[in-house]
């Protein structure tokens, strides 16, 4: 009794059409598709833009050249 059958869900689906038409239901899918391409193009550009800020800001690694303090001190 608590959930919904089949049944249900196609008697919601046909109610749904009959109240806001077949059209409109396509033409929100669509927006919500685009909605959906936009938000993932611009975390892709969020990304490509905090790599190169990252890669930029990373100073390169220097190398030093340690020597044994006992090596040192024997000279």
Do not use: C, Y
């Not at 009959?18 to 550009?45: H, P, S, Y």
């Amino acid at each position: 009794m608590g959930s919904l059958s089949i049944t249900h869900w196609l008697i919601v689906l046909v109610i749904v059409a009959l109240v806001f038409g077949t059209k409109k239901i396509r033409n929100l899918g669509g927006d919500l598709g685009g909605a959906i391409k936009g938000f993932k193009e611009g975390m892709q550009e969020i990304e490509s833009v905090t790599a190169d800020a990252t890669a930029k800001a990373a100073p390169a690694a220097a190398h030093i050249d340690v020597q044994d303090p006992a090596a040192v001190s024997q000279q």
